[in-house]
């Protein structure tokens, strides 16, 4: 018998494993002269910073405290101004690039269903677009988000631009082979009892293909935050990839790490949501009403 | 065959079938599946088609449903040609295999030819209930195809193909998945609905035994190239118990008679 599980055991585990990389990270370079061969160069906060400097620098870039380590004031106005001041603040940079992601992912996703479906269901379509599809999937497609800065430029448009080109085409290869691969029982059974094309594919065919759709949409998530930090990497105001470019030119490791952390939570928190949605719309695959 | 007698009766002629032929092309090779078979079925008769497996008997009742395109030949449903790829209005066709969609419940499979042809909710609603009380799945209505049984799945299907009262009903072996248990229940099923209903059926099995149980005709196929090889008339009294029906010495009688002329036709599938 299966010893059962216990979620309480397991949580103990990940909290224990968390401090010990904290730890690790916060003091272990202390030890980098006494033990020199145990401790690498990398631990080094010049490249990798360490918690309580990541920590402070957070306060400082989303104005809670000053650039002098007092905290700012809510009463007095302080944070005010640092948020007035300060172009490209955290809350600013992370509101950005949320928004830019977002409408890059919603394009993308949207187009390369569309697209997916039609070509899926389309046998003489998906012949014309074959090789076109294949020349332009093999490109990568972040060596384009250059061009896009420099066609849509420095604004959120060539975020978005970027964002959905690398987004559309993840979505729509999905598509292509749940659209491609659906039951034709299913197709005849809802042809025999009445249906026409449109309520086919309204009724048999997006539901089948949603399975294949939601398996690339956690992928897509992280793909349109990819694009967009890129493209914020080429050529931006605000955003959370221009902190990372400015914390970089100031060799500051602390004020990127604050950078990435964000990125890693607002990745969390999108794929999360994303699972929420599945778990809904999918609900009729779970087989827990069996037996 | 004259012209005329063709479409002498349309008023009692359901299915007329003529000439009916269909060669499949299979990697290069044409295999003939079907060669000119002739047949009706009148208004409220339940006719089985019988034969081994490969007698072209599923072919011919997926030309009739306008799932296959014949290679030449005439079907007439209530005196009008049926169009191939077009459903026909009035006709139900039950699958093999279930075909119930996976991502809707028991209740939405059972209304999903209401909703298609844009009937209200409430009526919608009273019809998907009558439907399921009728199936013995009242408690399962907001469950998933997933839940159920092979038994449960094939009366639900059953049941979205009734909801929308066709007179003529195609079923394609629909209880050949099942255990000989579960599919001696669902022939009383069938029967009890058809009784009330006087629906027009065309019934394809390999089951001999399921062909006399439910139906007034058995029309026998010969192996490939599939032909009608004979026609017997089933006289048992209706209604009839799936059960006890299989006891009486007529049921022997017609068994025996049917079974030596399947058996050459097994025989004959057989070798190569």
């Avoid at chain 1, 631009?161 to 085409?169: D, E």
């Avoid at chain 1, 065919?205 to 935050?225: E, G, K, N, R």
């Avoid at chain 1, 470019?245 to 990745?267: C, F, H, N, P």
Wanted: aromatic fraction near 10%.
């Amino acid at each position: 018998m299966r010893r059962a599980r216990r979620p309480g055991r397991t949580l103990a585990w990940q909290v224990l494993i968390c401090l010990c990389i904290l730890s690790i990270w916060q003091w272990g370079y202390d030890l980098h002269d006494r033990l020199p061969w145990l401790v690498p160069d990398l631990l080094d906060p010049y490249f990798i910073s360490k918690p309580s400097d990541i920590f402070e620098h957070f306060l400082i870039l989303s104005c809670l405290k000053s650039k002098l380590g007092v905290f700012n004031g809510w009463f007095n106005g302080e944070f005010g101004r640092c948020m007035a001041r300060s172009e490209n603040n955290l809350w600013i940079a992370t509101a950005v690039t949320l928004k830019n992601t977002f409408f890059g992912f919603v394009t993308g996703v949207s187009s390369g269903f569309a697209a997916g479906l039609l070509l899926g269901r389309s046998d003489r379509l998906s012949a014309i677009f074959q090789p076109f599809i294949t020349a332009v999937n093999s490109i990568p497609r972040i060596a384009l988000a250059p061009i896009i800065v420099l066609a849509f430029g420095i604004g959120d448009t060539s975020k978005i631009v970027t964002s959905w080109i690398v987004v559309v085409f993840l979505v729509f290869f999905n598509t292509f082979e749940g659209a491609r691969s659906i039951d034709e029982g299913f197709v005849n059974a809802a042809r025999l009892l009445g249906a026409s094309e449109w309520q086919i594919t309204r009724t048999v065919v997006v539901p089948s293909t949603m399975a294949w759709v939601f398996a690339s949409l956690t992928p897509a998530i992280s793909f349109a935050l990819i694009g967009v930090i890129v493209g914020e990497f080429i050529g931006a105001e605000r955003g959370i990839g221009r902190l990372i470019i400015e914390s970089e030119a100031r060799a500051e490791a602390s004020g990127m790490m604050v950078a990435v952390i964000v990125l890693m939570l607002v990745g969390v928190a999108l794929s999360a949501l994303i699972w929420r949605l599945q778990a809904y719309l999918l609900r009729w695959q779970q087989h827990n009403l069996a037996e | 065959m004259h012209a005329s007698q063709f479409v002498a009766s349309p008023v009692t002629r359901r299915i007329d079938v003529r000439g009916l032929c269909k060669t499949f092309q299979l990697a290069g090779t044409a295999i003939e599946a079907v060669r000119d078979v002739s047949f009706s079925v009148r208004r409220g008769e339940f006719v089985a088609l019988l034969g081994p497996s490969g007698s072209g008997k599923s072919t011919v009742l997926n030309m009739i449903a306008t799932l296959v395109k014949p290679t030449s030949g005439q079907i007439l449903i209530d005196g009008t040609p049926v169009v191939p790829g077009q459903a026909t209005p009035n006709v139900g066709y039950v699958f093999q295999r279930d075909t119930l969609f996976p991502w809707r419940t028991v209740a939405d499979n059972i209304g999903y030819g209401l909703q298609l042809a844009g009937v209200p909710v409430a009526e919608r609603k009273e019809r998907i209930d009558a439907c399921l009380m009728q199936a013995g799945l009242q408690d399962f209505g907001n469950a998933y195809p997933s839940a159920l049984s092979g038994g449960m799945r094939q009366r639900a299907a059953l049941m979205r193909t009734l909801v929308v009262e066709p007179q003529v009903l195609l079923m394609d072996e629909p209880f050949g998945a099942l255990d000989t248990h579960t599919k001696i229940d669902m022939h009383d099923v069938l029967l009890r609905i058809w009784e009330r209903e006087q629906q027009t059926v065309l019934f394809v099995t390999h089951d001999l035994g399921e062909a006399l149980t439910l139906a007034d005709r058995i029309i026998l196929f010969s192996a490939r190239p599939g032909r009608i090889k004979e026609s017997f008339e089933v006289d048992f009294a209706r209604p009839r118990n799936a059960v006890k029906i299989r006891e009486t010495p007529r049921y022997a009688e017609l068994f025996q008679l049917i079974w030596h002329s399947l058996g050459e036709e097994f025989i004959k599938g057989r070798s190569p």
